[in-house]
């Protein structure tokens, strides 16, 4: 009884090691890796699993030792290849050379005509896509590593056979075919979930860009309709210098809408930086200011900055101008009468911090989830591109956005992006 249970408790270590076996293949699985990088991780994690197998193994006899060492040499070559399963062989009758003992021949004829096996079934395998067709090829190849096994101790080794032997190859027989369905089960299953994930994905960013299209055909089509009334009302023979000057300005001031509209479209669909390079935020916050200043003065917004540490990152300037001057416009735009901007910046511990606070109208907690989502905007023109695109440009950078508002207090925009050295400019 006492070497029952012994022979259980390796039983189980030597389960314990393929299921961590299991577990680092079917995170690996997540990640395109090149075939020869995904072949050298699946030989090591299994050559690892079949030592480890071996080590802690069941000694029936001197020199004659059994384990579970042929299921990570089947998962790991009917997912590694032929090239795998070569190299787990050597690995596997090296190792039970080390160990000694009269076993090993048999141990090399018993893994040989397994890797024959295997030699056949690896093509099939990869070649059907169907989980319960992988399932009952997996099966074949377990169930050979028993018959092969067992027909070799009864045919050389018939002085193993006892009491103790049948209880073991009882298990066995039943273990690992279980262990092999199991595993395979549950690494094809995983590589199902990530196909259909990526194809979720796929359609998500489909409907999106659909609904965007739908967007912006509606808001390119308000201005152009209203340029081509003005366009219209200029072929009037009686027509004043003054009204032609005003329906050319108004036209201009649409088409300029509608190129703004297309262009924060294209920074969305493409927020992917290009020119990149080291940006002083202090010196980008100056030609900002210039820009929107004017803006902000026209509507009474006094603009305040305050650098508490300044600091470098990367990007494209372009963009960076983009992201922020968005949101400060909009900052702008949300105050009523008069008001106030106060811009922050703090670079420090590998992050740099830009606060943007203003005194407008906020937001709810509702409107503050809607940001960055398509149709969605607090301005009763607006079309909500304007703050996808800033999302977008700081997702592109490594950062991250939070917004913090609450209503009739104002709104703080936080952008946080991973500083740089600035001697690498």
């Not at 072949?39 to 994690?45: M, R």
């Not at 190129?259 to 920074?267: G, M, P």
């Not at 940006?279 to 200011?289: F, G, N, R, S, T």
Request: charged letters at 20%.
């Amino acid at each position: 009884m006492t070497i029952l249970l012994s022979d259980l408790q390796i039983f189980l270590l030597e389960t314990l090691s393929i299921i961590v076996f299991y577990f680092i293949v079917s995170r690996f699985i997540k990640r395109n890796l090149h075939p020869l990088i995904n072949e050298g991780l699946i030989t090591l994690v299994a050559g690892t699993s079949i030592i480890l197998c071996m080590t802690f193994s069941v000694n029936l006899t001197e020199g004659h030792i059994f384990d579970l060492r042929q299921i990570p040499f089947i998962l790991g070559a009917l997912y590694g290849g032929r090239r795998v399963a070569v190299v787990l062989f050597v690995i596997l009758i090296s190792y039970r050379f080390f160990i000694d003992g009269s076993g090993f021949y048999g141990a090399f004829i018993v893994n040989f005509l397994l890797l024959f096996s295997l030699w056949f079934i690896i093509p099939k395998f990869y070649q059907t896509f169907k989980i319960e067709r992988k399932v009952k090829l997996a099966t074949v190849a377990a169930l050979l590593g028993v018959m092969f096994m067992a027909l070799l101790v009864s045919l050389l080794f018939s002085e193993l056979i006892d009491r103790r032997y049948i209880i073991f190859i009882s298990l066995f027989s039943i273990a690992q075919p279980i262990g092999v369905i199991m595993f395979v089960s549950f690494i094809e299953k995983a590589k199902q979930d990530i196909i259909l994930a990526g194809e979720l994905r796929r359609l998500e960013k489909l409907q999106a860009v659909s609904d965007i299209a739908a967007s912006i055909s509606h808001e390119v089509r308000n201005p152009l309709t209203v340029t081509k009334g003005f366009l219209q009302l200029l072929r009037e023979p009686n027509l004043t210098e003054e009204k032609r000057s005003t329906y050319i300005k108004y036209s201009l001031e649409e088409l300029d809408r509608a190129e703004q509209i297309i262009t924060d479209y294209l920074t969305f669909a493409k927020p992917s930086l290009e020119n990149i390079e080291v940006l002083e935020l202090d010196k980008e916050l100056d030609y900002i200011l210039k820009v929107v200043n004017p803006y902000a003065t026209m509507n009474n917004v006094l603009i305040e900055v305050n650098i508490i540490n300044n600091g470098y990152v990367t990007g494209e300037a372009e963009k960076l101008h983009q992201c922020l001057l968005n949101i400060i416009k909009n900052a702008i735009e949300s105050i009523e009468l008069e008001g106030q901007i106060t811009i922050t910046v703090d670079a420090r511990d590998g992050m740099a911090k830009i606060l943007i606070d203003d005194t407008g109208t906020g937001m709810s907690e509702e409107q503050i989830n809607k940001l960055g989502t398509p149709y969605f905007s607090t301005k009763d023109k607006g079309t909500g591109l304007g703050t996808m695109v800033v999302f977008s440009i700081i997702k592109a950078m490594n950062g991250e956005i939070k917004v913090e508002s609450e209503v009739g207090e104002g709104t703080r925009f936080i952008v946080t992006l991973p500083t740089t050295n600035h001697n690498s400019k």
